[in-house]
């Protein structure tokens, strides 16, 4: 098939990565994040990291667009902003932190504590009185500095608005808005970088017209739930991300 050829994919692994991003679709729609996660991990079984990132990135940007209308009047933007200037601290940390600790090992110890806390919310914890500017900014530096050494920086933003027992509106809503910026940053970067391709373009055009019926079918989900399933969903998906994320690491070893 000359779509192949362009896309340089065989036909079932295509048939993988559109897969890959109808569930992340749906997943993202639901959760107001997780695309990011679930396509990398769905792509790494076809395609070398330098190539999944740029095509992420160009998804990641269309899908928050798709998702405007779904969440645009539930954003908290003076959240947004506080985690924005964290992360703006927190990501030269992570790139200098590069030179002297091990990704893998700092990924590692990040899914534990991760699934560790995930479990924890899933008991009952939660603590409104970290809900303060201050806290926010520190979660973004966090956010930022795991972004320089891992793909997990966006784990510990949901992880703050779950312990706050947030509303869930509100907690998609913040996310969507959030992984746009950052991921419009980030695409102009790469994009300068020379990492976009036409091959990216070509593998990233057919894919688009998933985008919009994910988040549909997952804004039906979320419009259904309540609060509890909500909650229950992103713990379980968080733990299933960092155990995937664990055997990955120990398979590289």
């Known amino acids: 098939m000359d779509i192949l ?12 990565v559109i897969f890959t991003v109808s569930l992340a679709s749906v997943i993202r729609g639901f959760n107001g994040f997780g695309f990011s996660a679930t396509c990398i991990s769905g792509f790494s079984f ?5 190539e999944i990132v740029p095509i992420i990135l160009i998804l990641e940007v269309l899908i928050s667009i798709f998702m405007a209308p779904y969440v645009w009047n539930k954003i908290d933007w ?10 703006a601290i927190g990501s030269p940390i992570g790139l200098y932190l590069l030179k002297y ?6 990924h590692l110890y990040i899914c534990l504590i991760i699934i560790f806390f995930s479990i924890l919310l899933m008991k009952g914890y939660v603590n409104k009185k970290i809900n ?7 979660t973004g530096v966090i956010s930022g500095t795991l972004n320089g050494l891992t793909t997990l920086g966006g784990m ?6 779950l312990v706050t027992s947030i509303q869930p509106a509100v907690i998609r809503g913040s996310l969507a808005a959030l992984f746009f910026l950052t ?18 373009i ?13 988040v549909y079918i997952g804004d039906k989900f979320f419009v259904k739930s309540k609060e509890t399933l909500y909650r229950k969903v992103v713990f379980y998906f968080l733990i299933v991300v960092s155990i995937f994320g664990i055997f990955r690491i120990m398979g590289n070893t």
């Not at 050829?5 to 993988?16: A, D, G, Q, R």
């Not at 076809?46 to 330098?50: D, L, R």
């Open 46 to 50: 076809v395609m070398p990291a330098i």
């Open 202 to 214: 070509y593998r990233t055009l057919p894919l688009i017209i998933l985008l919009p019926i994910g």
């Open 78 to 87: 003076n959240f947004v902003l506080k985690i924005l200037l964290g992360m």
């Open 101 to 106: 600790l091990s990704p893998q090992t700092t």
């Open 5 to 16: 050829h362009y896309l340089n994919l065989t036909l079932s692994e295509f048939l993988l």
């Open 183 to 200: 991921d419009v940053y980030a695409f102009v970067l790469s994009f300068f970088g020379g990492i976009v391709n036409m091959t990216t």
């Open 132 to 138: 303060n500017n201050g806290s926010k900014i520190l």
């Open 156 to 161: 510990p933003v949901a992880l703050f608005l």
